[in-house]
Every structure is written in structure tokens, then in C-alpha cells.
């Protein structure tokens, strides 16, 4: 499929979703965030669509928003960045985390500003050993977006979330793995391979299931005990009257292998 600025393939239950901006470390302008959202449409509206991988083109993953879009000259009006945060990167930070899918990142070099906290609302991210996160709002006088307030301190503690957005540091791969913030750190060479190998198993599993997953753990953070085992009890009724419910079980009983339809 055919965008300025993304690509899109879908092959074998898996969406692959490639920022392709290389000069300018696929940093987000307005015509970016478009092709990304009519890409989502796409997927959401393909029903062979089972995965999503995401990863940016060239040596970066994503340097947030395109700051060349933001050169005020003096005497101009400041301008009004809720714009963007409100039409763009907050409804995609939503998207990402609320697709009834398995998201996988692979995070193929820097990862700063949104484009870190994108790569943060994914459900599973890996990341090349020689990619870094930085949270650079702080170098432009700016505080994290992109739900970067809501999960860094969720991901890596309270102490740890203040020192990446106060100071901006580099954090590289490895060091985020260990950290917590990230699922796993692969050699460079391996990335790609890893993340598709990875996206293409979750779109043979049960993806419904797998939707459902994602829903309760993501609710969890501003649930009660209570809340949670009520919202657990009535996701499995759901997840109970799945095809490949039937159909774990049943492969299950006879020995074999479950043939998931994500249904
Ligand atoms: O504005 C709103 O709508 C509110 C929302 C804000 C969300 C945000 O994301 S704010 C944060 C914006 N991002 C940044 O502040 C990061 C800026 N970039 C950097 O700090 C560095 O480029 C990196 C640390 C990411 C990478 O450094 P390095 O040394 O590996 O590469 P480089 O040489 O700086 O960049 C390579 C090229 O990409 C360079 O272009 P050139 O000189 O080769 O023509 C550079 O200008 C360009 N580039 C990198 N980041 C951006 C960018 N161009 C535009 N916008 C960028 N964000």
C-alpha cells in the first residue's frame, strides 16, 4: 500500500507498519500522522489482520515531532501544541493501546520524545542494542506527552521516570530491558527478524484472547482489586464463548495442535 510518508504490508496475519522519514529520524509532521491514522483504519478494518508491528526506516525509530515544524520566528505567536497533542499523538497513543490486537515495536535506533512514548504504548517492544530512548522534551522546555507521564512512571518507578524526563539522558537498550521498560534487547542484526518472527507467532495464536488480555492489563493500572476481578470474570465469559476457546481445549483433549482462528 502506497503512503508518502509510512509503508504498509500486510502478509501472513501481520500489519507492518514502517515511519519512513529517514532524513529526519522519521520524526512525525501533520502529513505522517495522517498516513499513520488512514493505516490504522486499514488494519482495524482488515479481518486477516492479527498483529501490528511497528518500526521506523534507516538508522532511527523516531525523534517525535518534526521540530522544523516548530520554528517560531520572533515576534510570532507562540504556538498552540495542544493542537497537535489533541488531534494527532493523543489519539494515536489511544489507538495503539486500545487495538484489539497484539502490537509489537521494534525500536531499530533513537527513540526520542513522542516517538519514545509511542514505542511505549506498545504491548510488546524490542529494541536493538544500539537504540536509545530519550525523553527530550526537557532539552526544548517541553514535559513528556504522548502518555509518557502515565507509563514511564508505571514501567520503570517513580525515581527512575523523573530522572529520564528531568535530565533527558540516553537510555539504551540493555539498560531499559533490565529497567523494565521494554520486553527484550536484541543484537542489532537480529531485530527485524526477532520482531517478525515474534508478530507472526501472535497472529497464529488466539488473538481474541490475546485482545482481551491486553484490555485487562492495561485497565489494571487504575483498577481495584475488586474493580479487576470483576472486569477478569467478564472478559473470560467473553473469552469462554471464543472459536479458539473451543478449539484450545479441544487440541488439548485429542493431543494435537490448536488450529486459532483469532474468532
Ligand atoms: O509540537 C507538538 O506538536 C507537541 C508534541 C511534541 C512531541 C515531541 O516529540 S517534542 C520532542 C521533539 N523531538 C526532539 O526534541 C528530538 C530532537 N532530535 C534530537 O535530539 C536528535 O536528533 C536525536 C537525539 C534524536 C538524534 O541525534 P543524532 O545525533 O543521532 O542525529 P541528528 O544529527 O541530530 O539528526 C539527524 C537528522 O535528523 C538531522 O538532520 P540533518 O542535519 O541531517 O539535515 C536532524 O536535524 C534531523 N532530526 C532529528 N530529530 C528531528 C529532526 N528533524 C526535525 N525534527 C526532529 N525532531
Redesign the pocket.
Known amino acids: 500500500m502506497s503512503y508518502d510518508n509510512i509503508e504498509l504490508d500486510i502478509a501472513g496475519g501481520v500489519a507492518t507498519l514502517t515511519l519512513n522519514r529517514p532524513?529526519?529520524?522519521n520524526?512525525f509532521n501533520a502529513a505522517m500522522h495522517e498516513d499513520v491514522r488512514d493505516a490504522l483504519d486499514r488494519i482495524e478494518a482488515d479481518s486477516t489482520v492479527r498483529c501490528l508491528l511497528l518500526t521506523g526506516a534507516g538508522r532511527g525509530f523516531c525523534?517525535?515531532?518534526?521540530?522544523?515544524d516548530?520554528n517560531v520566528l520572533p515576534g510570532d505567536e507562540p504556538p498552540d501544541?495542544s493542537i497537535?497533542?489533541e488531534r494527532y499523538?493523543n489519539p494515536l497513543i489511544r489507538r495503539l493501546r486500545g487495538l484489539e490486537m497484539p502490537v509489537v515495536c521494534a525500536v531499530n535506533g533513537?527513540a526520542?520524545?513522542?516517538?519514545a512514548n509511542i514505542a511505549l504504548a506498545c504491548d510488546l517492544v524490542l529494541a536493538a542494542r544500539s537504540a536509545v530512548f530519550?525523553q527530550?522534551?526537557c532539552?526544548?522546555g517541553?514535559l513528556p506527552?504522548?502518555g509518557g507521564t502515565w507509563h514511564l512512571p508505571r514501567l520503570v518507578g517513580h525515581a527512575r521516570a523523573m530522572g529520564l524526563a528531568m535530565l533527558g539522558d540516553k537510555l539504551g537498550a540493555e539498560q531499559a530491558e533490565q529497567w523494565g521498560m521494554i520486553w527484550r534487547c536484541v543484537d542489532d542484526d537480529d531485530l527485524m527478524e526477532e520482531a517478525r518472527a515474534l508478530a507472526g507467532h501472535l497472529a497464529t495464536q488466539p488473538t481474541r484472547g490475546l485482545a482481551l488480555t491486553k484490555r485487562a492489563i492495561n485497565a489494571a493500572a487504575d483498577n481495584s482489586l475488586d474493580g479487576q476481578l470483576d472486569l477478569e470474570r467478564d472478559l473470560q465469559r467473553e473469552a469462554g464463548r471464543t472459536y479458539d476457546y473451543r478449539e484450545g481445549v479441544a487440541a488439548f483433549m485429542e493431543k494435537r495442535t490448536p488450529s486459532f482462528k483469532g474468532e
Open positions: 532524513k529526519n529520524l520524526s525523534a517525535g515531532q518534526d521540530l522544523s516548530r501544541l497537535a497533542i499523538y533513537v526520542a520524545g513522542a516517538g530519550i527530550a522534551f532539552k526544548i517541553l506527552d504522548s
